[in-house]
């Protein structure tokens, strides 16, 4: 079964400083792979998604992530974080089982001191 | 703009007494998802429609029923609620097809059982 592990439950960043969110993720196939950030109250928003090719990938708000198939892993970074960053991010891992799914991880809570 | 539309924002509730969330969508997708999200967790799929087609997950509680009637609609029914089921309820939706189709969130709506 598809799983969806995010370890860090806090982050704490200053901003202007980098970012990195881990994520691992479980799956028999190729993933596909995605970032979504929610602020408090808010419904979920797609920040960048990973199908195939290139597995460097360019999403909304200066965030990027990194697929990488040896590690399971497709991390989140943002060189630097703007207060307006603070939110929950989740990762997903996407697949397709006569209908198509999505399992998300317990994610990451993010806060931005100046 | 195309988008996910839910409403109320905000419901309350009283133990038992069965309340209706709604969602609309005006991106004509063929699949839309319920989610439940209580405080701090990852969103739990409860069910989602292909098309007309149902499709119930497991542990999704008798309690909870679903409709839709057209496209472009979708509504969640808790027959009676509990305490339990104070959670932010978030309605999807994707456009199944042609390779994978992200989900698309609502704002969602927050419920509250007194």
């Known amino acids: 079964a598809q799983s969806v592990t995010q370890p860090d439950i806090h982050i704490t960043v200053s901003e202007g400083a980098s970012l990195e969110l881990r994520c691992n993720y479980s799956?028999?196939?190729?993933?596909?792979l995605f970032w979504y950030v929610q602020s408090p109250g808010q419904g979920l928003q797609l920040l960048l998604k990973?199908?195939?090719?290139?597995?460097l990938v360019q999403g909304i708000k200066g965030f990027e992530a990194e697929f990488k198939r040896s590690q399971s892993s497709f991390n989140l970074r943002k060189p630097s974080v703007h207060w307006s960053d603070a939110a929950e991010y989740f990762c997903?891992?996407?697949?397709?089982?006569?209908?198509?799914?999505?399992?998300f991880g317990t994610g990451t809570k993010l806060q931005v001191i100046p | 703009d195309a988008m996910v539309i839910q409403n109320p924002r905000y419901q309350v509730t009283q133990f038992g007494k069965p309340v209706t969330l709604s969602c609309s969508q005006t991106?004509?997708?063929?699949?839309m998802y319920w989610y439940q999200q209580k405080s701090s967790q990852a969103p739990k799929l409860l069910f989602h429609?292909?098309?007309?087609?149902?499709?119930n997950e497991a542990d999704t509680p008798d309690n909870f029923q679903s409709r839709r009637p057209n496209t472009s609609f979708c509504f969640l029914d808790i027959r009676s609620p509990g305490l339990g089921d104070a959670a932010m309820y978030l309605c999807?939706?994707?456009?199944?097809?042609?390779?994978?189709?992200?989900?698309?969130f609502g704002p969602g709506t927050r419920l509250t059982v007194t």
């Open positions: 997903a891992v996407g697949y397709s089982g006569g209908y198509q799914k999505v399992t």
């Open positions: 990973y199908f195939s090719g290139d597995t």
């Open positions: 429609y292909y098309d007309k087609d149902f499709n």
């Open positions: 799956y028999g196939a190729t993933p596909y």
């Open positions: 991106l004509n997708h063929n699949v």
């Open positions: 999807a939706t994707s456009r199944e097809g042609r390779g994978f189709g992200e989900q698309y």
